[in-house]
């Protein structure tokens, strides 16, 4: 080769790895910048004819929008360009190595383009297999089940690019085989490694954070300061049932007498009413709402939930949230009637929970006494402290209930975490059971009463917001690693009880812990277990005496 040609490839190199990064740095899908790539590859003075199908395979991805399989993984899918960046990198350092030392005539930069080069072609080729079976969303199971599949591919678009892009050095076709088939397995090994490697060193480090918590989470003086009852679930395989806290001391003792609970949700204590869906028989027809009176759950209403079931919507329908007055009059249910989706591609939609209707009911003479018109979300209702107002979780766009399980396409779901841009915002929602209307009071979730001052603690964002009765924000509280539900707030309106997440991933719930509003780094770690649901009441002290066994 001669020395213009070496600075006319050395130009063209350079240019090429330019407009590679800003690919890189782009949204996907980052067709103009695909574009000044394969301008920048024909304006070198190269034998054109070769490129015309690395052209087609680069402006492939654009319109394929697809998935492929790590560590074969592309660029060009909005959900998974971040990690397939990474993958992909990682990949194409590890190959230019492995090549630069079996082709040592060649110096690094050179091998190094066109390694980009054909792992750009070999991951537009997977694009092009997922587009070939309708498919635009994938979970893990569906992709381990196509890494042979792509291996084979990535290696028969490989080779014939080593064949010609190393056509100076020369390379045969046997030994290109050779050197795809090595430089492919070896960096699949190398990814993989790389990847369990990462995951158990961070387990092992963030064993030693939980660790540290634990020790740390320890200030007794909380509780002493602390008032009223605190109610949790307690589970035992498929039986929920209730336990109970009494400040200043720590021990929760269990409720012997209490009935078994459908699910660790549906259930609600208010001084010394409990309301909550009996556990009996997994047919949802049979199921029971019932109030009681504490400390011995005398029953003193019984309805079956079938009541509130319609005939239109022929599928499971159940009570999910149930919450009791602060005068211990009336209870407020959700009641779900089918499921709320929304469409997503070719082959999932979008699980929006549960299309509910809030639906308040008389204690006393079991009858019902309003109906918000407004449709709600699976959980979070509460009561204001007047007993004539209920906070309730809704869309901001209520069309999005509108869409049945038959208008989407496709069996698999996705969460609307997986959504952009708050396209499925939701807020709360005042229904006056007086005057029958409904209307926007706050944003946030997972709402809570402090009764005695009347605020309403929510979630939202990585903390809370304690509002007046009116929907104003009074004060803002700011908690590391909250998790996805378990908060409350004291009676006195002082103290927050939150679920604190784990480090270690994949662990089922995370650790109940206490701590004063204004304080909210000095913790007391009441429950080192998961706690589906906890509730703060202002209670009666005779529980503590009455129908409970200390837990072990």
């Not at 759950?297 to 999910?320: A, C, H």
């Not at 209920?390 to 869309?395: A, G, I, Y």
């Not at 707030?489 to 009880?497: E, F, Q, T």
Request: glycine fraction near 6%; charge should be negative.
């Amino acid at each position: 080769m001669t020395a213009a040609e070496n600075t006319t490839e050395a130009e063209g190199t350079c240019a090429v790895n330019e407009s590679l990064s800003l690919l890189m740095q782009q949204e996907p899908v980052g067709l103009c910048c695909v574009m000044q790539t394969v301008w920048l590859l024909f304006s070198m003075k190269m034998n054109r004819k070769p490129f015309l199908s690395l052209v087609l395979l680069l402006l492939t991805p654009t319109v394929a929008f697809a998935d492929a399989v790590s560590p074969i993984l592309n660029f060009f899918h909005k959900d998974t360009w971040l990690p397939a960046s990474i993958a992909t990198l990682v990949i194409i350092l590890l190959e230019s190595g492995f090549l630069r030392w079996r082709i040592k005539s060649l110096h690094f930069a050179r091998v190094l383009w066109r390694v980009v080069v054909f792992n750009l072609a070999s991951s537009a080729t997977g694009s092009i297999l997922l587009l070939a079976l309708s498919r635009d969303s994938f979970f893990m199971w569906d992709t381990m089940s196509l890494v042979v599949p792509l291996f084979l591919i990535t290696l028969a678009t490989e080779i014939p690019f080593l064949h010609v892009l190393f056509r100076t050095v020369p390379l045969s076709w046997k030994r290109a085989s050779i050197l795809g088939c090595g430089i492919n397995i070896a960096s699949y090994a190398a990814v993989f490694a790389i990847e369990i490697g990462l995951l158990f060193g961070w387990l092992s480090y963030a064993g030693h954070l939980d660790k540290k918590e634990l020790e740390q989470w320890n200030t007794p003086a909380l509780l002493e300061q602390a008032s009223g009852q605190i109610y949790a679930t307690e589970s035992a395989g498929s039986q929920h049932r209730l336990r109970v806290c009494i400040p200043p001391s720590s021990q929760w003792t269990t409720l012997t007498n209490c009935p078994s609970i459908d699910g660790p949700f549906k259930w609600d204590v208010e001084g010394s009413t409990c309301a909550f869906v009996q556990w009996e028989t997994r047919d949802w027809k049979d199921k029971t709402l019932i109030v009681a009176r504490l400390p011995d759950f005398e029953t003193i209403l019984t309805l079956p939930q079938s009541i509130f079931s319609e005939p239109r919507f022929d599928n499971w329908q159940e009570v999910t949230d149930v919450a009791v007055s602060p005068d211990e009059r009336s209870i407020a249910i959700l009641f779900r009637h089918t499921d709320a989706v929304a469409p997503k591609d070719r082959s999932s939609y979008f699980d929006l929970g549960g299309k509910c209707k809030l639906i308040v009911i008389d204690i006393l003479s079991g009858q019902e006494t309003a109906r918000a018109d407004r449709w709600a979300s699976d959980h979070d209702v509460c009561w204001l402290s007047d007993s004539r107002q209920v906070l309730f979780s809704s869309f901001d766009d209520e069309s999005l209930y509108r869409t049945t399980r038959a208008e989407v396409r496709g069996g698999t779901s996705y969460g609307i975490g997986y959504a952009h841009d708050g396209k499925f915002k939701r807020g709360l929602y005042v229904f006056n059971i007086e005057t029958s209307t409904t209307t926007r009071f706050a944003d946030g979730y997972d709402q809570s009463l402090a009764l005695a001052t009347n605020e309403i603690l929510v979630r939202n964002q990585d903390g809370f917001t304690l509002l007046d009765s009116s929907g104003t924000a009074q004060e803002r509280v700011n908690a590391r690693r909250i998790g996805f539900r378990g908060a409350v707030v004291s009676p006195s309106g002082d103290y927050i009880l939150a679920t604190i997440q784990r480090h270690v991933p994949f662990y089922a719930g995370g650790r109940l812990v206490l701590f004063h509003k204004s304080t909210p780094n000095i913790r007391h770690m009441l429950d080192d277990d998961f706690s589906c649901r906890v509730d703060w009441t202002t209670g009666d002290k005779g529980i503590s005496n009455q129908g409970v066994q200390a837990t072990p």
